[in-house]
Each structure stands twice: as structure tokens, then as C-alpha cells.
């Protein structure tokens, strides 16, 4: 494997929010759309990231055992800090969880300052997808 590989590789978030009990089967094909609609494969997939309130969510865990990624949570003081940076930013999912946004908000949060959005957030019918790309590390 050359450097140019790591380079690229595990670079990516998966935001993922959902409303309880949202059945896997829809949060599983709307991850895979948002990989899809990113250009993404899931080799360049680091993890997936959601509200805390979401940590026994049945679908968002099964979506990173599908994609054998760990899934990481922030509580929504964490996520709302993210809100400069959203796309999409919602004073509805404030009112309901105490942030702006779920599935854009976590994936930044889960990579940090370097972040960026590469698909702002998508929709189903109950649940939230995103994706957000790391930078380059400088050695």
C-alpha cells in the first residue's frame, strides 16, 4: 500500500439521525444513498455519528455493523456548536433535541476542526443522513 492510499482511505463520517424505533431497513438505504450521492465506498468510511439520545438506537447501530465501522455519539450541547458550519441548520430539531442539527452536526463533530461538509443532510421518511470529510495530516 502506498502513502497516496492512506491518504484517502477512512477519511469520512456517516451523521446519521433517525426518530425511535425508525426501522433498520430505512436508515440502512439511506446510508447507503448518502455514500452513493458523496461518490463514496464504504473502504472510506471511519465511522458513523449521532446524537447521544440515539446511543440503543437499533438502526443506527446496525448500520455500522453493516459497514463495520464504530458508531461514536455527542451529546447535543457538543452537536449544537457545529451549527456555524451546517448547511441545513433546523430551529425544529433544536425545539425537539437541543441542537440545530443531528446526521450534519455529528459527523463534523466526530472529525473535528478539519471538517467539511461533502453532502449536507438527506432525508427519509424518519431519519437524517450526512457526510463529512476529514483533512490531510501533515507529519
Known sequence: MDDT???????????LGCERGT???EVQALAIAALDMAGLGAEELAAIAS?????????ILAVARHFAVPAVFFDAPRLER???RLKNPSA??????????????????AIGDDAELVLG?????H????VARGG???A
Do not use: N, W, Y
Open 82 to 84: 457545529e451549527t456555524p
Open 23 to 25: 426501522p433498520v431497513a
Open 121 to 125: 443532510k438527506i432525508k427519509s421518511a
Open 51 to 59: 446524537i447521544d439520545s440515539r446511543r440503543q438506537e437499533a438502526a
Open 92 to 109: 425544529i430539531v433544536f425545539a425537539r433535541v437541543g441542537c440545530h442539527g443531528v446526521a450534519e452536526s455529528a459527523a463534523l463533530a
Open 5 to 15: 492510499s492512506c491518504d484517502t482511505a477512512r477519511r469520512h463520517v456517516l451523521g
Open 127 to 130: 431519519a437524517t443522513a450526512a
Open 136 to 138: 490531510l495530516q501533515k
